[in-house]
């Protein structure tokens, strides 16, 4: 059964980078067939699909948010992460990470979430 | 890109089957069978219940199934029972490798 759970500051100051790791058990980043996945959900309900990154480091990305956003993958720690330069409030959401099965643009695993505010 | 537009609410009797819909645009929906749908009960993760249009993951019930016409894609959940009532995001591969979701529904079993 693979897990995936999401670690970092639940907040973050306006204008600085918000940093977000997720740690896979049970399963490998370093095979491929799956892309490496963050997703948030604003606190009014919306999803919205941050970017995914494959174990060979090609990483993609939602076109609105591209200019701000990294996605990494770290295979020998099992770990990919998320980095969100330059923040607002408009940035505080529910943030999740998942495993997209590569070619299939479907979600099959996710993280519990974690909630990232940005405030000073 | 603009989220795919779904119904803020749909409610039914249980029993009854509800159908949600999703509609995109030629550039997503209407392009490509990579539709899925997530359920999400409150405070919880979202869960897989149907992807590539109609085919459903290990586990979910054949009460759940999904469908596609046009730019239009729907959830269609029959015999609707209590443990059914969540929100329904559907998302769609959108072209050069980006995907997007729905704005979600609201399902209310009555």
């Known amino acids: 059964q693979v897990e995936l759970q999401e670690s970092g500051p639940g907040l973050v100051k306006p204008s600085q980078t918000l940093s977000l790791t997720c740690t896979v058990s049970g399963g490998s980043t370093s095979s491929g067939g799956y892309y490496w996945t963050w997703i948030r959900q604003y606190p009014g309900k919306g999803l919205e699909w941050i970017g995914y990154?494959?174990?060979?480091?090609?990483?993609y990305y939602n076109p609105s948010l591209k200019s701000r956003v990294t996605i990494s993958v770290d295979t020998s720690n099992n770990q990919f992460s998320l980095k969100l330069s330059s923040v607002t409030a408009a940035d505080t959401a529910v943030y999740y990470c998942a495993r997209e099965k590569g070619g299939g643009y479907y979600f099959d695993y996710w993280g519990q979430g974690t909630l990232v505010a940005v405030s000073s | 890109q603009s989220a795919l537009t779904q119904p803020a609410s749909v409610s039914g009797s249980p029993g009854q089957s509800i159908t949600i819909s999703c509609t995109g645009t030629s550039s997503d929906v209407g392009s490509y069978k990579f539709v899925s749908w997530y359920q999400q009960h409150p405070g919880k993760a979202p869960k897989l219940m149907i992807y590539?249009?109609?085919q459903r993951p290990s586990g979910v019930s054949d009460r759940f199934s999904g469908s596609k016409s046009g730019n239009t894609a729907s959830l269609t959940i029959s015999g609707l029972q209590a443990e059914d009532e969540a929100d329904y995001y559907c998302c769609s591969y959108a072209g050069s490798s980006t995907v997007i979701f729905g704005g979600g529904t609201e399902l209310t079993v009555l």
């Open positions: 590539e249009v109609s």
């Open positions: 990154i494959y174990y060979t480091g090609s990483a």
